[in-house]
């Protein structure tokens, strides 16, 4: 069975710090993994995907996030935070169901950017 | 292109009532997927239809349920509406099924309140 899990459920840097959003995924074969964020009153929007091939995605906004099979890791970052930044984030994996596929949701990070 | 809309964006209704909350997805997108998000729950997946069949369900009673037209339009149902109901719920679209790589494109939501 798939699942993933956000080990962080908020994290706080300051503007033009780091970030870091960690993820770990569990599959039974070569996962598809989404990134997607949730501004505060606003839809969720696909930040960047995973699907096999360049194990290093870039997404929109400068974040990107490497894929790790070793450590069954999807970790997202962005070199320098922006207030802007600032809202929930899911990590994502696609995974079987019977004989079609679902997404399955991470618990979502919130992230707090401190000016 | 218009987005996903979602029709009413706040409701309140009280115990043991029903509800129908409707989805417009976008224009040629065939599959239509609901989301239940709620601050303790966290996102979690309701069913997904899909050229109006559904084709993958989430471990929701069967209180909840849907439906898709012709025209890809979507509705969801909750009949015997408890406390616990009171949530976001969140359709999103999608030009093939769950089993492709393709984005999620999500609406803003209808905010169910239960009294």
């Known amino acids: 069975a798939q699942s993933v899990t956000q080990l962080d459920s908020h994290v706080s840097v300051s503007e033009g710090t780091p970030v870091l959003l960690r993820c770990n995924y569990s599959?039974?074969?070569?996962?598809?993994l989404f990134w997607y964020v949730q501004h505060p009153n606003k839809g969720l929007q696909l930040l960047l995907k995973?699907?096999?091939?360049a194990t290093l995605v870039k997404g929109i906004n400068g974040f990107e996030a490497e894929f790790k099979k070793s450590e069954t890791s999807f970790h997202l970052t962005k070199p320098s935070a922006h207030m802007s930044d600032a809202a929930e984030y899911f990590c994502?994996?696609?995974?079987?169901?019977?004989?079609?596929?679902?997404?399955?949701w991470g618990a979502g990070t919130k992230l707090i950017i401190k000016p | 292109k218009a987005g996903v809309t979602q029709t009413p964006r706040y409701l309140i209704k009280t115990r043991g009532q029903q509800v129908t909350l409707s989805c417009s997805p976008i224009s040629g997108h065939r599959s239509v997927s609901w989301y239940q998000q709620t601050p303790g729950q966290g996102l979690q997946f309701l069913f997904e239809y899909f050229s109006e069949t559904q084709r993958n369900k989430g471990n929701f009673p069967g209180r909840f349920s849907g439906r898709q037209f012709s025209n890809s339009r979507s509705e969801m149902n909750v009949s015997t509406l408890e406390l616990g109901d009171s949530a976001l719920y969140l359709c999103?679209?999608?030009?093939?099924?769950?089993?492709?790589?393709?984005?999620?494109?999500f609406g803003p939501g209808t905010r169910l309140t239960v009294l």
């Open positions: 995973y699907t096999s091939a």
């Open positions: 994502v994996v696609r995974g079987p169901s019977g004989s079609n596929y679902q997404l399955i």
């Open positions: 999103a679209s999608s030009p093939a099924g769950q089993d492709s790589y393709n984005e999620q494109f």
């Open positions: 599959s039974s074969y070569s996962p598809s």
